[in-house]
């Protein structure tokens, strides 16, 4: 089992890049993982459906049968941290596929997406810019891998 984030737009913020390369550095001495992302529509021209259609498409060309693809949705299963741990941990040990999360756009994910993902993930009823909600499912992701294993990280 691996772990992939998929993000709409590059993380370039260097404070959010500096972490999230901290979590991504914790978090492979537990599980290897990626981060990546697809371009994001410029806001401007195009409708709101069309530029979550078009990101939709660039995400989707990135998702493979052996993903369990997790879409970031405010309307989504929200989690505890020990419960979001005991579900990475259910997954891990259940499946050889790919854990990958996907956090949309400013405009959030595209209906496409939505429908293909297996499950929606809630991190909040609030909105976060996608480099920040990256920096939050990662140290989610690195929380629940020492609550796993014991350590003494989440205490």
Do not use: W
């Amino acid at each position: 089992m691996k772990c992939h984030i998929l993000t709409v737009g590059k993380i370039e913020n260097n404070n959010f890049k500096e972490m999230c390369d901290l979590y991504v550095k914790r978090i492979a001495h537990y599980i290897p993982i990626e981060l990546n992302s697809v371009r994001s529509e410029k806001i401007s021209s195009l409708s709101v459906n069309e530029i979550k259609s078009n990101e939709a498409k660039r995400l989707l060309q990135k998702l493979s049968k052996k993903d369990y693809a997790i879409a970031l949705d405010k309307e989504g299963v929200s989690y505890s941290s020990e419960d979001f741990a005991r579900f990475i941990g259910k997954k891990i040990s259940q499946s050889s596929k790919t854990l990958t999360f996907i956090i949309g756009g400013p405009l959030g994910l595209g209906e496409e997406v939505l429908q293909t993902a297996q499950m929606k993930l809630s991190l909040s009823q609030m909105t976060f810019a996608h480099e920040l909600t990256a920096v939050i499912l990662l140290e989610q992701l690195y929380r629940g891998m020492t609550i796993l294993r014991g350590g003494k990280y989440h205490k």
